[in-house]
C-alpha cells in the first residue's frame, strides 16, 4: 500500500469509501493520513483512531491514547489516554506498556509499582527505553517493593549471564552503587565484564581491589588504562 501522506484525491476517496463499509483498517490508514501526512486534521485524525480502536485495532488505540497525552488540538486528556494504552497494552503493544509505565511513574496517578509493571512488559518485549528505565529503577530502587526488585534482578542477570558484556557491567554497578548494595555480586559481574576485555569494568574491579589487594588492583586498572 502506498505511503498514507502522498496519495491522491481519487485513492483518499476510495479509502474513505472502504472505511464507511466498515474496513478497520482503512479507519486506521485515515487518521494515520490526517495526523502525520501533509494534510493534518486532528480532529478528524482522532475520530478515524477511535473508530478503529473501539474495533480492537491495537496501533489505533495506541494512536488515540498518545493523542489525548498529548492534547494537541483536541485539549489532553489523561483519563482517555490510559483507557486507549490500557487496551493496546492488553493486546500486547509493547509501545503502549511503556507509555502506561510513564503515566503511571511521572503523571499525577502516580503508582510506582504500577508503571514498574507495564516498563517490565515492554521491556520484556524488546523495547530498550523500557530496559533502559529498568535498569534505573534497580539502580535506585526508590518506591519499588522488593519482590518487583528482585524479578527484575532475576531477569537483568538472565541476559547478563548469556554473554551479555554491558549488562554484566551494569548490573555491577547496580550492586555496588545502588540503593541494593552487595558487594560480592558487584565483584562478580564486574569481573565477568572485566575478563571480556571491558575497560569500564576492569576499571571499577581495580578500584574494588585498591582496598585489599594492590596486585590485583595494579593489574585491572593497567589493563582499563
Known amino acids: ?12 476517496e476510495q479509502w474513505i469509501q472502504k472505511a464507511e463499509g466498515g474496513d478497520c483498517e482503512m ?3 485515515l487518521g494515520e493520513y490526517y495526523y502525520t ?10 475520530a478515524y483512531y477511535l473508530q478503529a480502536a473501539e474495533a480492537g485495532h491495537i496501533l489505533a488505540q495506541r494512536r488515540a491514547g498518545e493523542m489525548y497525552m498529548v492534547g494537541k488540538k483536541i485539549g489532553k486528556n489523561v483519563d482517555e489516554a490510559i483507557k486507549w494504552y490500557t ?5 500486547g503493544d509493547i509501545v503502549a506498556h511503556y507509555q502506561l509505565g510513564e503515566c503511571y511513574w511521572l503523571g499525577k496517578k502516580q503508582d510506582k ?3 514498574f509493571d507495564h516498563y517490565f ?23 519499588i517493593n522488593n519482590e518487583r526488585l528482585n524479578k527484575a534482578l532475576k531477569w537483568l542477570k538472565v541476559i547478563a549471564e548469556q554473554g551479555n558484556t554491558e549488562m554484566q557491567y551494569k548490573l555491577g554497578v547496580i550492586y555496588s552503587l545502588g540503593n541494593i548494595k552487595d558487594f560480592t555480586h ?15 569494568a576492569q576499571y571499577e574491579l581495580g578500584k574494588m581491589y585498591a582496598l585489599k589487594n594492590n596486585d590485583e588492583a595494579k593489574k585491572w586498572l593497567t589493563l582499563a588504562a
Open 37 to 46: 501526512g501533509t494534510k493534518k486534521d486532528y480532529r478528524r485524525a482522532l
Open 1 to 12: 500500500m502506498e505511503d498514507n501522506k502522498t496519495i491522491s484525491q481519487e485513492e483518499l
Open 121 to 143: 512488559a515492554a521491556a520484556k518485549g524488546g523495547c530498550s527505553l523500557a530496559q533502559e528505565t529498568i535498569e534505573k529503577i534497580c539502580l535506585h530502587s526508590k518506591g
Open 27 to 29: 479507519l486506521y490508514l
Open 87 to 91: 487496551l493496546a497494552a492488553e493486546q
Open 186 to 200: 558487584a565483584h562478580e559481574y564486574y569481573k565477568m565484564a572485566a575478563e571480556t576485555g571491558y575497560a569500564p
Open 113 to 115: 509499582n504500577r508503571a
